[in-house]
């Protein structure tokens, strides 16, 4: 490391403390160190804005807004009783109507309408030096509303939507639908078989010889115990005198 390395090396830490004991900036303790002036720090002044300040967007007429000496104004669309729209231009501070703009207005009811509105800029702003700029300003306010009342012509051209009725649609009535219950079928009472019906469900032996349950041998010709002739089944029944009919 040089000499003028190791100096510079000791004075910045004598800067360095300096600053701590006295919490001055690192300027003027480098000042202080090396036995010079620090002149006095000038503060930086905003840059003034402009006094008139427009905004167009084409396209959207309601960004056609802006500040003029202090007063903020704003552009709002209204639709008239005819059909087309006009043009509300208005106080943004506060919502208070300046002026209307009609797609009807000429060039000089535009300078009129100018002329209103400076009127009320002058009103309502703080600035004194408008006086001097008269002519400025009411030559911008003019431009500014040609452009308003272009751009109002333009949109009265493309048709209005309007938003259509809506349809009322009948309430349809719901019937409801009762399903009747059937009724319950009644029950007849089966009828009890006796034993001359259950025989009648068989057919007879044959006239003869027969064998008893206890093992005797026996001849029978009875008509009503034995068939004759043809053999007899079901579908027959018995007559008063006891004789088989179909």
């Not at 009783?81 to 006009?86: A, E, H, L, V």
């Not at 009807?104 to 009103?123: G, H, N, P, R, V």
Request: aromatic content about 8%.
């Amino acid at each position: 490391m040089t000499a003028a390395q190791k100096t510079a090396k000791a004075k910045f830490k004598q800067a360095i403390a300096y600053r701590q004991k006295t919490g001055v900036s690192l300027k003027e303790a480098f000042a202080h160190i090396y036995g010079r002036k620090v002149g006095a720090v000038k503060k930086k002044t905003a840059p003034k804005s402009n006094s008139i300040n427009l905004f167009s967007k084409i396209g959207d007429i309601e960004k056609y807004n802006g500040t003029i000496y202090g007063v903020r104004i704003a552009v709002k669309k209204e639709l008239n009783k005819y059909g087309s729209y006009d043009l509300k231009i208005i106080d943004a501070n506060n919502n208070n109507p300046i002026i209307y703009l009609q797609k009807t207005d000429k060039l000089f009811d535009l300078k009129e309408l100018a002329l209103i509105l400076y009127k009320y800029i002058i009103s309502k702003t703080t600035r004194k030096d408008i006086s001097n700029e008269a002519d400025l300003v009411k030559g911008k306010l003019l431009k500014y509303l040609k452009l308003l009342s272009a751009e109002l012509k333009r949109l009265n051209k493309k048709p209005i939507k309007k938003a259509a009725p809506k349809k009322k649609v009948a309430k349809k009535v719901v019937r409801k639908v009762v399903k009747k219950k059937a009724a319950p079928k009644k029950k007849v009472a089966k009828k009890k078989l006796t034993r001359k019906d259950y025989d009648k469900r068989f057919q007879a032996d044959k006239p003869g010889k027969r064998t008893s349950a206890s093992g005797n041998t026996y001849y029978e010709y009875r008509e009503n115990r034995s068939n004759r002739g043809k053999l007899l089944g079901i579908g027959f029944t018995l007559d008063k005198y006891n004789r088989l009919k179909k």
